[in-house]
T-cell receptor, first 112, second 114 residues
């Protein structure tokens, strides 16, 4: 089955800096890669996703890149703000599976 | 937020007692999932459903059972709760379930087993 590794487990940055979270996956059939943000005490919510037919997707200060050859994808947050502080989860899934496989999460702390 | 609720939101119980958690959706989505979330482990799938009366096991299904008699409700039962089942439980729904669509999560249930 699919295996998703996520790094780092904790990331501490200063407000205004950029943050990068990286995930690798094992199943070459995976073709959908969502990222979820979970604020303290809240539910996970989708913030951005990418499909295997594109290499990059942007939405304001966040972007996701995908390297299918190397089987890794990354979340980039620019100009970080304190409200970006949360746990971020990556996931991978493919057409034949009902189940996305999640990474273990990255706790992002943005210091004012 | 998508129309998905969980009940109860908090529960404290004793070892050996049965516990049932309820997930209710108003989106008419076909697929429903139960996850548990523990520090350092992320979201781990317990069971999922791909239709009424159609369910299957996830990676951490031991000690849990599920039922889905209606599209809108997905029940998770701990037949005899143990302290290792202390966790936060999230229900999720998705439209196609093929893994290509967004999952919407419920607000979570914090379960403590003493």
């Amino acid at each position: 089955g699919e295996n998703v590794e996520q790094h780092p487990s904790t990331l501490s940055v200063q407000e205004g800096d950029s943050a990068v979270i990286k995930c690798t996956y094992s199943d070459s059939a995976s073709n959908y890669f969502p990222w979820y943000k979970q604020e303290l005490g809240k539910r996970p919510q989708l913030i951005i996703d990418i499909r295997s037919n594109v290499g990059e997707k942007k939405d304001q200060r966040i972007a996701v890149t995908l390297n299918k050859t190397a089987k890794h994808f990354s979340l980039h947050i620019t100009e970080t703000q304190p409200e970006d502080s949360a746990v971020y989860f990556c996931a991978a899934s493919n057409r034949g599976s009902y189940i996305p496989t999640f990474g273990r999460g990255t706790s992002l702390i943005v210091h004012p | 937020d998508a129309g998905i609720t969980q009940s109860p939101r908090h529960k404290v119980t004793e070892t050996g007692t049965p516990v049932t958690l309820r997930c209710h959706q108003t989106e008419n989505h076909r697929y429903m999932y139960w996850y548990r979330q523990d520090p350092g482990h992320g979201l781990r799938l317990i069971h999922y459903s791909y239709g009424v009366k159609d369910t299957d096991k996830g990676e951490v299904s031991d000690g849990y059972s599920v039922s889905r008699s209606k599209t809108e409700d997905f029940l998770l039962t701990l037949e005899s709760a143990t302290s290792s089942q202390t966790s936060v439980y999230f229900c999720a729904i998705s439209e196609s379930g093929r893994g290509n669509n967004e999952q919407f999560f419920g607000p979570g249930t914090r379960l403590t087993v003493l």
